[in-house]
């Protein structure tokens, strides 16, 4: 019997309004394991119509911001009470190994905490004038928030979203991905045992459908959306009808760059980490490997070994560092980047397709750069990696793509890290580390990989109406009489 989960609109977990489902398939058994309910027209509405309703007569926007703090401090201390469900469910719905897993259900907890203090902390500005006049900012929540989310974290890419559309006083209607519609549920449920109103936060399943027909709607203050450039293209041209404010958290290409000088253990693993955690399916990954000439040899020898050592199979099995694709539908994808390299001028130098949905650590080399593997987002266990001189080459290659999410620089030399991290065109820059955030930091992406930042006081920017306040003090100081 498979399990079941349904839309959460105004407190209750639901069908949807026409009984219609779809199957969510586990991908390492490639067997149906659940059913979610299919969002149309009626549970779009109901949504919306209930986060409206929280937003214009309900106590959120307007509660104490302490109180709210208590209210979401509890959430995330109740997530991690169930870490182990949480992370369950991803696991089932997108094969991610069950400890990477739980380091999300961590992650996605603190998300929810720091913006419950953050809103606390977060401090206004005031503007004296000299003129007998004063102005000062009003930070007031937008109003009703869709949030629509991606397969490859789940939990943690919703919670990245959710806690400061919450934390500032929003409501927020929740489109999970298709392929991934169980660890949503038990986070809304969550919030409503911790005390967050219904209708606060909802939860509408569906495909692409049904988050277009949720980006469409009139009824909406905010979106902010994590997926694909070409779907944040469409997300976009939508939210322009209404004029609605966007935040596109979009695709990547990463440059991961090492020097002569580098630390070869700690890079080695650290690029390791980069393309093989979450089998590749990371947005930060760094897929394009950049290698000064002098260690080019021996950080491939060694990268290689580390690849190759990680230990493939059944995402729930203890000890399993890399499990399968999250989908037949994306496996499609990357095996057909995989079969193709040859006939694009490369050679696959370990790795290649597995059994059932495993495409194995993949690295690649001799590829022309103009070869679709080089240039596209791959999204899965797939490097490309290339040999530099000079500092301004590996920029000049590194900058040579329509995405600028992140990059990644190896080097002991502290000049050179500097210098290189600001010629980089890219939202996030990691110096001899990857995937560490501070909360607080902008996080977005430039070019192809997004429009906007979040993080700390960037999402009090999108997630808030900022107002000015301007006051007379006096009327008898000259300046400003009407
Ligand atoms: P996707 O764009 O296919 O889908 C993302 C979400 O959008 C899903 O919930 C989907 O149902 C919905 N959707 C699809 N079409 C829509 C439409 N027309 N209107 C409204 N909603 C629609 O992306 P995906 O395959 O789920 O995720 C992988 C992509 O996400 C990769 O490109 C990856 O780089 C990117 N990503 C980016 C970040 C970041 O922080 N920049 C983080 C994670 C993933």
């Not at 059944?314 to 399993?320: K, Q, R």
């Given at each position: 019997m498979s399990e079941f989960f349904g839309h959460l609109i105004d407190g209750r977990e639901v069908e949807s309004v026409d009984g219609r489902r779809f199957d969510s398939m586990?991908?390492?058994?490639?067997?149906?394991?659940a059913q979610a309910a299919w969002g149309g027209q009626a549970d779009v509405d109901a949504a919306l119509d209930a986060a409206r309703r929280a937003f214009d007569s309900g106590p959120w926007p307007h509660m104490d911001p302490q109180e709210r703090q208590k209210v979401l401090r509890r959430f995330s201390e109740a997530m991690m009470d169930h870490a182990h469900d949480l992370a369950r469910l991803d696991t089932m719905d997108m094969g991610k190994p069950t400890p990477q897993a739980l380091v999300d259900v961590e992650r996605s907890a603190w998300n929810i905490r720091f913006f419950a203090d953050h809103q606390v902390m977060a401090t206004g500005e005031a503007y004296p004038m000299g003129s007998g006049h004063h102005a000062y900012s009003l930070y007031q929540p937008a109003g009703v928030v869709v949030a629509i989310a991606p397969w490859n974290f789940p939990l943690m890419m919703e919670s990245w979203k959710v806690a400061p559309a919450l934390a500032w006083g929003n409501t927020v209607v929740l489109k999970p991905s298709e392929f991934t519609p169980a660890s949503a549920v038990l986070f809304a449920k969550l919030a409503l045992e911790a005390g967050?109103?219904?209708?606060?936060f909802n939860v509408v399943q569906g495909y692409g459908e049904t988050g277009a027909l949720l980006t469409a709607d009139p009824r909406v203050d905010r979106i902010t959306f994590t997926g694909e450039s070409t779907t944040g293209k469409a997300i976009q041209a939508a939210a322009s009808k209404n004029l609605v404010p966007v935040s596109l958290e979009l695709g990547g290409k990463g440059a991961n760059i090492v020097f002569d000088d580098a630390d070869l253990d700690n890079a080695t693993d650290w690029a390791v980490q980069a393309i093989f955690r979450n089998a590749g399916q990371v947005c930060l990954a760094g897929s394009r490997l950049f290698l000064q000439r002098g260690i080019y040899d021996q950080f491939l020898a060694t990268f290689q070994a580390k690849a190759e050592a990680l230990r493939i199979g059944?995402?729930?099995?203890?000890?399993?560092d890399f499990g399968p694709l999250s989908s037949d539908v994306h496996y499609a994808k990357v095996s057909g980047f995989v079969n193709s390299v040859e006939a694009e001028g490369g050679r696959i130098l370990t790795g290649g397709l597995g059994e059932g949905l495993f495409v194995k650590p993949t690295i690649i080399v001799d590829l022309p750069l103009t070869a679709s593997q080089y240039c596209k987002e791959i999204f899965g266990p797939v490097v490309v990696v290339n040999a530099f001189d000079t500092e301004d080459e590996v920029v000049h290659l590194a900058n040579d793509t329509q995405y600028g999410l992140n990059a990644m620089v190896f080097t002991e030399n502290l000049s050179r890290a500097h210098r290189v991290s600001a010629r980089l065109r890219a939202g996030t820059v990691w110096v001899n580390c990857f995937f560490i955030r501070d909360l607080r930091a902008p996080f977005g992406g430039v070019g192809a990989s997004g429009i906007g930042r979040e993080g700390g006081n960037f999402s009090r920017e999108f997630f808030t109406e900022p107002k000015a306040v301007v006051m007379q003090i006096t009327r008898d100081s000259g300046g400003g009489r009407p």
């Open positions: 586990n991908p390492y058994t490639q067997q149906t394991w967050i109103p219904a209708g606060v059944d995402p729930m099995a203890p000890g399993v």
